[in-house]
């Protein structure tokens, strides 16, 4: 495939590029071919796997034969007054990805992270997307615990000392089918901070481990690119 490097840090062999697909792929040292050159803004080819980025190398122009340059020499003069403009490259970096903007609002933030960011651990997470997510999923786990009063009541289930088995399950099912996107909601707003994703394992701590999460999702955005990726749409830096 086909990409772009957007950034590439010498000093912790650790970049990104964004790909012709539009997707953003990590890559190593270890994953140049030949030690190519991958400077911001290189136009590289690389195979895909998974998020990563493998066998990446530069691409460079193929040189022009003697008679093409000196045919191109002496027709540069005669051309040179009603020469149109020439013809931008396409780039797959920032501006293709920037043509493609994903929404800001909270609740976009929310559906996808039940969608294309329910096993995502890498990346950056802004604070927006954090408290915005939290919102919508404590509405939705009102409504589930509303939804399954109601039925229970309606089978009578409140009636007497029986559990309250719809209400129970639902609740149960919506914890569970959210889990996966919420840890990896806090790993990337870890990440967003420039701390490792490995400190969400304090919230197993009890009390002391909540509280340290929330002051993490409290700190705003690192206001530039780190290891794990670019500053998130929306931050003003």
């Not at 540069?76 to 009603?82: E, H, L």
Request: net charge neutral.
């Amino acid at each position: 495939m086909r990409g772009e490097v957007l950034h590439y840090d010498e000093d912790q062999a650790f970049g990104f590029i964004t790909g012709a697909d539009g997707n953003r792929y990590s890559f190593a040292r270890e994953d140049l071919r030949r030690q190519a050159s991958v400077a911001g803004g290189t136009t590289v080819e690389f195979q895909p796997a998974g998020g990563r980025a493998r066998d990446v190398f530069s691409i460079h122009a193929q040189p022009a034969s003697a008679p093409a340059r000196a045919s191109a020499a002496t027709a540069a003069p005669s051309q040179a007054g009603n020469a149109p403009a020439a013809r931008q490259p396409q780039h797959f970096g920032r501006s293709a990805e920037n043509q493609t903007a994903e929404s800001t609002g909270v609740w976009s933030y929310f559906s996808r992270g039940l969608t294309e960011n329910y096993f995502n651990f890498a990346g950056r997470a802004r604070r927006k997307e954090f408290w915005g997510y939290c919102l919508f999923w404590t509405i939705a786990l009102i409504v589930a615990t509303g939804l399954g009063v109601f039925i229970d009541d309606a089978m009578g289930n409140l009636d007497n000392s029986e559990l309250p088995a719809v209400t129970v399950g639902l609740c149960g099912l919506f914890l569970l089918a959210t889990a996966l996107p919420w840890f990896g909601l806090n790993v990337r707003r870890l990440h967003d901070i420039g701390l490792t994703g490995w400190l969400f394992l304090l919230f197993l701590i009890p009390t002391f481990g909540t509280v340290i999460i929330l002051i993490f999702a409290l700190i705003p955005t690192q206001p530039r690119e780190n290891q794990w990726g670019p500053v998130p749409a929306g931050v003003q830096i």
